[in-house]
């Protein structure tokens, strides 16, 4: 986490409440995270689309 929050150049705690789902992001955000991740966006959302189906 605090790697990934180096990366994003945002706090720890920023980053652990996107984590922990307190906090949303937003479209660019996200889109950040994914760079940081090393994830294609639409890859990720497949990833969630899937999550949510499967009632994980």
Excluded: N, W
């Amino acid at each position: 986490m605090r790697d990934l929050s180096d990366i994003l150049g945002e706090s720890h705690s920023l980053v652990q409440k996107v984590e922990c789902l307190e906090r949303r992001l937003d479209v660019y955000e996200y889109v950040q995270y994914c760079k940081a991740l090393d994830i294609d966006p639409e890859q990720g959302l497949k990833l969630l689309k899937f999550t949510e189906d499967s009632g994980a």
